[in-house]
């Protein structure tokens, strides 16, 4: 718990405002998550308000770890506080637009039927860019600059910040699929196409939370850093299987939960590797705090 106050207290000033940002999308999707049950609508569909909830989730989520994962690196700060402050408003804008459209009861994107939901698709499709400038910004500087001392979080935020735009990409593509279908007059298929890709933009998106945390939590365990960076290395690779599996599903039109079983034997391999990472991780931090009482009021670690 001390380690996550210094976070806040150590933060800059953009690195704050994105944690708090963060915290208000993800209070967002949650909300919605709430009316959505209340008032038992659908949770499929694009007029679905599961948009707003797993918008609001997602950027709170990616903001947050994003200015975390990025504090790291060892950036002017003038670029880091345009770069992540021009991050955070382009997720205000997707969260809050999407919502509206919600609201709504009209589709958030490939929706040009009004000059207003134009103006939103449009708007909406600005804002992915904006994002994906961003992060191609963070990534470069991750590559370039020497970064974090510790050559495990070094590896872990690079590959996060890889992975994310392996995600961005993927959404870009899922939109301008889409948005060619829509203005072919055809916008159930723009839904379609757009959908198909969902899967690998999912999970690719939170590598950049994932690989760093591990690494992070490694910082306190009791091993050397080349064991550290064995276990971040292992962690890596199962991420990049991961997304490497469901990206050939999901641009070769198979269902994840439909796949062969060798392809769903190798993803949930990866999966479980990932996760085993993070659970070794969080095995080596209990002995390296626990410290015990002495007479005469001295701690001792043990």
Request: aromatic letters at 6%; glycine letters at 10%; proline letters at 5%.
């Amino acid at each position: 718990m001390n380690a996550l106050t210094r976070m806040w207290h150590d933060g800059r000033r953009a690195e704050r405002i994105a944690y708090a940002v963060g915290a208000v999308l993800f209070l967002s999707g949650l909300a919605h998550a709430v009316v959505l049950l209340a008032t038992g609508g659908s949770w499929l569909g694009p007029l679905s308000m599961r948009k707003a909830v797993t918008f609001g989730l997602s950027f709170g989520l990616t903001l947050a770890s994003v200015a975390w994962a990025t504090s790291f690196l060892t950036v002017r700060p003038r670029l880091r506080a345009v770069l992540l402050g021009a991050f955070t408003a382009a997720s205000v804008v997707e969260v809050l637009l999407v919502s509206v459209q919600a609201w709504r009861g009209v589709p958030s994107h490939f929706d040009f039927e009004t000059p207003f939901d134009t103006l939103v698709s449009m708007t909406l499709a600005a804002g992915g860019g904006v994002i994906v400038l961003t992060v191609i910004g963070f990534t470069a500087a991750a590559l370039v600059e020497p970064g974090p001392d510790a050559p495990s979080l070094r590896l872990a935020v690079r590959a996060g910040l890889v992975v994310l735009l392996v995600a961005l990409a993927t959404g870009a593509v899922m939109i301008g699929r889409g948005v060619v279908a829509a203005r072919g007059g055809d916008p159930q298929l723009a839904y379609t196409t757009a959908g198909s890709l969902k899967p690998l933009h999912a999970v690719a998106m939170h590598a950049i939370l994932v690989l760093p945390a591990i690494a992070w939590i490694l910082r306190f365990s009791r091993w050397p850093e080349t064991h550290r960076l064995l276990v971040v290395k292992i962690a890596v690779a199962a991420d990049v299987v991961l997304t490497a599996v469901i990206g050939v599903e999901s641009f070769t039109g198979v269902d994840p939960l439909a796949a062969p079983l060798p392809v769903t034997a190798l993803s949930v391999l990866a999966a479980a590797v990932l996760a085993g990472a993070g659970g070794y991780a969080l095995t080596g931090v209990e002995p390296a705090i626990r410290f015990a009482r002495i007479p005469g009021g001295k701690a001792r670690g043990r």
